[in-house]
C-alpha cells in the first residue's frame, strides 16, 4: 500500500470517527434537553389527613397538594386498608358524630398546578354539637386507611403516591408506567350520601 492510499485510508477513518462523535454529541444534546423539559414540569403530590379546631368549629378532613413545578394530572384516587381497596366509604360516613356538614371535591381528571390543594373531603361541626373527643374518635377511625393517588406530567410521566394512614406522605413517590384511569371518584360518591339526613348536610367545594 503506498503513501497516497494510507493518507487517504487515515482520512477516511478520522472522518467516520468525525461523525459518530458527532452523533454521539447531538443524541446527548437530545437527552439532556428531554431531561431539562420533563424536569421543568415535574409533579410531586402529598397527601396529609388533617384535623382542627376554631372558636366556633371541630373539623377533620383530607387535603392534596402539588409542590412539583409542573401541573399534576389526577387519574386514579383509592382508599385502602390492609393494602386492599375500599369499595365505599360510607361505613366511615357513619361514624361521624351527627350534625356535622360534609364538602367534598371530585379528583379524577383534574389538574393540580404546583402550589395549589385540593381537599377532596372536608367535615365540620357546630363546636357546641361535637366534643374534640368525638371528632378525634371520627378520625382515627379514617386513619385506618391509606390513600393511594396515580398521577401524571404533561408529557406522561407518571407516580403513585400514597398517604399511610391518612396523614402525611413524606415517601418518594414511585415511578410507573401508566396510571389507569380510575372509573368512579369515591369522594363524589359521597355528594348525596349522609346517615342522618335531617341533620348533616353536603356541599362541592369549588
Not at 398546578?113 to 381537599?119: C, R, S
Amino acid at each position: 500500500m503506498g503513501t497516497g492510499n494510507k493518507v487517504e485510508m487515515l482520512i477516511a477513518i478520522c472522518a467516520v470517527l468525525t461523525s459518530a462523535i458527532a452523533v454521539f454529541i447531538a443524541w446527548d444534546q437530545g437527552r439532556v434537553m428531554r431531561a431539562q423539559q420533563h424536569g421543568a414540569v415535574y409533579p410531586v403530590v402529598q397527601i396529609e389527613g388533617f384535623v382542627s379546631s376554631t372558636a366556633e368549629t371541630a373539623s377533620m378532613g383530607l387535603r392534596v397538594s402539588n409542590s412539583g413545578v409542573g401541573p399534576a394530572l389526577i387519574e386514579r384516587v383509592e382508599m385502602l386498608k390492609d393494602g386492599e381497596p375500599v369499595e365505599s366509604l360510607e361505613p366511615y360516613v357513619d361514624q361521624f358524630p351527627p350534625g356535622y356538614q360534609q364538602s367534598w371535591a371530585s379528583l379524577i381528571g383534574r389538574a393540580i398546578a404546583p402550589g395549589d390543594e385540593i381537599i377532596p373531603l372536608r367535615v365540620d361541626w357546630p363546636l357546641d354539637a361535637v366534643s374534640i373527643m368525638q371528632r378525634d374518635a371520627a378520625a382515627l377511625a379514617w386513619s385506618e386507611m391509606d390513600v393511594e393517588i396515580c398521577y401524571c406530567s404533561v408529557f406522561d410521566k407518571c407516580w403513585t403516591a400514597i398517604g399511610r394512614e391518612m396523614g402525611l406522605s413524606i415517601a418518594r413517590a414511585e415511578r410507573v408506567k401508566r396510571c389507569e384511569r380510575s372509573e368512579t371518584d369515591v369522594f363524589e360518591a359521597l355528594a348525596n350520601y349522609a346517615h342522618t339526613p335531617e341533620t348533616n348536610t353536603t356541599a362541592e367545594l369549588e
